[in-house]
């Protein structure tokens, strides 16, 4: 009797914390979606639809739609690219790629929060980095994160220096992993750098691609604290997220139906992506042996 | 292989430097006097990290960093390779199902927990509570899987040969499994702690009350207290910012290959 209870005495305590605080809570959110509550009154009354359709009818919710689509269909493939090619290039194990892998990690393990302060630093108007670059060569100022076309672009930069070097390092695995053979077999066959590129290093990492655009993308539709610290979703929504308004909505205003209603839509939106990826991807990413 | 280019090699490491200009510049600044800053002048000070330290209370958040990334460390890890375990050596009812709850929880976006787990812990009393940063972070679906695939790759046959000796699954676990697990449950307690340090949206919401501010918190606070750009310290915010991120590069520093193998094993298994 023991013996059989043993392994799922191994598994409680994760799969209890795992219930309490990933599982129990999606149903909860949904229920509490279609309920109108302040966190104080004593009655939650239902409500149908109404925080949905409060949603849908609001510039607000539009306006964070459109700015974080944005933000991940700009910054997520620029990010893979990027890390391609920088992983190409960092692949021999000498201490020169060594050094570039750890710099080019480094910020992927610092406190965003921090991360945000320093370029808040530097794009700020008066005192920043950037502007006295500017200067320097005699080109005037520019209100980095004061104008609206600017803010969220001086996002995408920043998001993109502090995750680039993951990408890099999951990418400098998978391509550890492909092997020489097909390298030589190429240059006996004597086929040019791109040609090489295109035709054999980005099929081969196929996977290692699927992988890094799935969690980016998740990642980039849940961005938040960059936002926070650096912008607050202004000038004038400019850089306004998702997360940033279900923060917003939910505690700052403490609109717990409607948060919850942007918290399921933001959720089924992301199931949705990541189904269709499997479609459109997933057929792709069988070219490991 | 040849020898690497000098010169390649010089501009390669220009460009590392380039690259971290902005942090390296923060923490050089966080070491000069305000005037010194603003009059673009050089003169050394620790004060920006005695006023941090003393005045805005950052030698408490520091601590309360330490002491919430520690917790959610050792719980995490301890029930994560439990788990693990069971889910390496086990079939039994359900263990199928069981895991894929465990790996699905990968793909779910943690925003959708946010208010509920927040009225959780407010009806259990948690609010303002180091229990209240933690709990929600304990479990962690990665590490179980990360650890699931590791153990499978140690031979059941030193397993076996334990039990032969009237080992319990419990003795097996510690004396065998988690010896031979050490460079994996190593690099997954980096990169929890590591998380949990860098954590900022959960304390925001969990955490009124000052004293009990992480690092991220007692940051965002101190920068965003006088909005209004000429009115902001900056050596004073970059000393906080430094205290923040100092001791993540220098464990960074210290154990940079177990952390880039870890993030690598995870990624191609």
């Not at chain 1, 799969?15 to 979606?33: D, E, G, H, K, R």
């Not at chain 1, 060569?137 to 070097?165: C, D």
């Amino acid at each position: 009797m023991l013996r059989r209870m043993t392994p799922y005495l191994f598994v409680l305590p994760l799969l209890a914390f795992i219930a309490v605080f990933t599982y129990v809570p999606i149903v909860q959110s949904m229920n509490l979606s279609v309920r109108e509550w302040d966190f104080l009154s004593p009655t939650k009354p239902f409500v149908g639809l109404d925080n949905y359709r409060l949603l849908l009818d609001s510039r607000e919710f539009w306006n964070a739609l459109r700015v974080t689509a944005v933000f991940a269909i700009i910054s997520v493939p620029l990010r893979l690219l990027l890390a391609l090619f920088i992983a190409t290039q960092l692949l021999r194990e000498t201490w020169v790629s060594r050094i570039m892998r750890g710099a080019l990690f480094l910020p992927a393990v610092t406190s965003t929060v921090a991360i945000g302060v320093v370029f808040s630093w530097v794009f700020s108007t008066d005192y920043g980095m950037m502007n006295a670059l500017l200067k320097s060569i005699g080109l005037p100022k520019i209100a980095w994160l004061q104008e609206p076309h600017v803010a969220l672009w001086v996002l995408i930069f920043v998001n993109t220096w502090k995750q680039l070097g993951y990408d890099i390092i999951i990418y400098i695995a998978g391509l550890q992993a492909i092997g020489p053979e097909l390298y030589d077999a190429a240059a006996v066959d004597g086929g040019r750098k791109g040609h090489v590129f295109r035709r054999i290093t980005v099929p081969l990492v196929m996977p290692t691609t699927y992988f890094l655009l799935m969690i980016s993308v998740i990642e980039a539709f849940q961005v938040f604290t960059i936002v926070d610290v650096m912008t607050k979703g202004g000038p004038a929504g400019a850089t306004d997220m998702l997360v940033n308004m279900l923060y917003r909505v939910g505690f700052n205003l403490f609109d717990i139906g409607v948060g919850s209603a942007l918290a399921v839509l933001l959720f089924i939106l992301l199931i949705t992506l990541a189904v269709i990826k499997s479609r459109v991807i997933g057929r792709k990413v069988h070219y490991e042996a | 292989m040849k020898p690497s280019n000098p010169l390649i090699s010089g501009l390669a490491l220009a460009a590392g430097l380039l690259f971290l200009s902005p942090v390296l510049y923060s923490i050089w600044m966080s070491f000069q006097t305000a005037d010194a800053y603003y009059t673009g002048t050089i003169d050394f000070t620790l004060s920006n990290f005695e006023l941090a330290i003393g005045q805005y209370n950052f030698a408490r958040y520091l601590l309360n960093s330490i002491i919430v990334s520690g917790l959610v460390t050792l719980i995490g890890l301890a029930v994560a390779t439990c788990a693990a375990f069971a889910f390496a050596r086990y079939t039994f009812r359900g263990s199928n199902l069981l895991f894929g709850a465990v790996v699905a929880t990968l793909m779910i976006p943690s925003h959708i927990t946010l208010i509920p787990n927040y009225l959780t812990l407010a009806k259990a009393g948690l609010l303002d509570t180091y229990a209240g940063l933690v709990l929600p972070a304990i479990s962690n679906g990665f590490a179980a899987f990360f650890l699931r695939q590791y153990i499978r790759g140690i031979p059941r046959a030193l397993d076996e040969a334990a039990y032969m000796d009237g080992a319990s699954p419990l003795k097996v676990l510690w004396r065998v499994i988690i010896p031979l697990s050490k460079p994996a449950i190593l690099s997954m307690g980096l990169y929890i702690f590591i998380s949990e340090w860098n954590n900022y949206i959960w304390p925001l919401v969990a955490i009124g009350r000052e004293d009990l501010y992480t690092l991220q918190i007692g940051l965002a606070r101190l920068y965003r207290v006088n909005p209004g750009e000429d009115i902001i310290n900056w050596p004073l915010v970059m000393a906080a910012s430094t205290i923040t991120i100092l001791p993540v590069i220098v464990g960074f520093v210290l154990v940079e290959r177990h952390l880039i193998r870890g993030m690598m094993m995870g990624a191609v298994k």
